[in-house]
């Protein structure tokens, strides 16, 4: 007599499993393309010679004008331990009201979790072979980098489409700023990606396990959406314009210029697109 519910019952646990492995997929590979972008930084501007060298002329290579050097000190001083609360505290708010509590966690787990591997890893971990003081991974990076993708996940679906060029915008101002304000070489913002792309994983992992029993929504058009967050990275570079910033006068090449912001403003757009896209899938 139980035969005919022994079958249905397997299969309704095979499912399960497969959808909780497709479910996980995204954030595992999350976590490994993290890991990989801090490990290839640190190879290539805290070891190698060569990479210290073109670190360092890729960071020299942009300019500012005097004005547009002091308006860059404004916002990157403005990057302070308060701010971090208040923004941490406002993203928790905007999940628990939509009564996501999951939601409000996964945000604590990525902005906490990533600012701590910041200050561990440049400070008790990395150093560079010639000997410099280290700053690797951007400190001032992972905090508008971790507060933008928080934001994009707490954010309801219907508020991604302001949320996601807005968080593009004000990551890649941050952390490209500390380049115009030679404050960062362009790996140390690099690595701070490779560490926000990790914990966004292992976020999106206890969000994903913690509401498993959710119907995954049906995106209306993610893709769109979640590369918003190319268009405000793009905007960075008219408002650096406008303000003046140029190739340096030192160590002029507008070649490594261009490379020095434009690889920072993929690297977050990437960032934000994914953890967008995953989060019209999977958490409405």
Same mark, same amino acid.
């Given at each position: 007599m139980t035969a005919p519910t022994t079958r249905p019952a397997t299969q309704? #646990?095979?499912?399960?499993?497969t959808g909780a492995a497709r479910s996980?997929?995204?954030?595992?590979?999350?976590?490994?393309?993290?890991?990989?972008?801090?490990?290839?930084?640190?190879?290539?501007?805290?070891? &190698?010679?060569?990479?210290?060298?073109?670190? /360092?002329?890729?960071?020299?290579?942009?300019?500012?004008?005097?004005?547009?050097?002091?308006?860059?000190? /404004?916002? #990157?001083?403005?990057?302070?331990?308060?701010?971090?609360?208040?923004?941490?505290?406002?993203?928790? !708010?905007?999940? #628990? #009201? %939509?009564? %996501?509590?999951?939601?409000a966690a996964s945000a604590a787990v990525l902005i906490v979790g990533s600012n701590v591997t910041t200050q561990v890893l440049k400070y008790q971990v990395f150093e560079r072979t /010639?000997?410099?003081?280290?700053?690797?991974?951007?400190?001032?990076?992972t905090v508008s980098l971790s507060i933008a993708v928080a934001a994009v996940l707490v954010a309801p679906a219907v508020w991604r489409w302001l949320v996601v060029p807005l968080a593009g915008f004000v990551a890649t101002f941050v952390a490209a700023g500390t380049i115009v304000g030679q404050w960062h070489r362009p790996s140390d913002?690099?690595?701070?990606?490779?560490v926000v792309l990790?914990? !966004?994983?292992?976020?999106?992992?206890?969000?994903?396990?913690a509401q498993r029993?959710?119907?995954? %929504?049906?995106? /209306?058009?993610?893709?769109?959406?979640s590369w918003l967050a190319l268009v405000g990275s793009a905007l960075v570079g008219l408002v650096f314009v406008a303000w003046g910033v140029r190739p340096g006068e030192g160590d002029v090449?507008?070649?490594l210029a261009v490379v020095a912001l434009g690889s920072i403003g993929v690297a977050? &757009?990437?960032?934000?697109?994914?953890?967008?896209s995953y989060a019209d899938r999977r958490l409405a």
């Open positions: 309704r #646990l095979a499912a399960g499993s996980l997929a995204a954030p595992v590979a999350m976590v490994v393309v993290g890991v990989a972008v801090i490990v290839a930084c640190a190879s290539f501007g805290l070891r &190698s010679e060569q990479g210290i060298r073109l670190d /360092d002329r890729m960071m020299r290579s942009v300019g500012s004008s005097a004005e547009a050097w002091m308006k860059m000190v /404004d916002v #990157l001083t403005s990057v302070t331990v308060a701010s971090v609360a208040v923004c941490l505290i406002g993203c928790a !708010t905007v999940a #628990l #009201l %939509r009564g %996501r509590v999951a939601l /010639d000997h410099v003081a280290n700053s690797s991974p951007s400190g001032h990076t913002v690099v690595a701070a990606v490779g990790a914990w !966004t994983g292992a976020a999106l992992a206890v969000v994903t396990l029993r959710r119907r995954p %929504r049906v995106p /209306d058009a993610p893709a769109a959406r090449n507008v070649g977050i &757009s990437v960032a934000i697109a994914w953890a967008a």
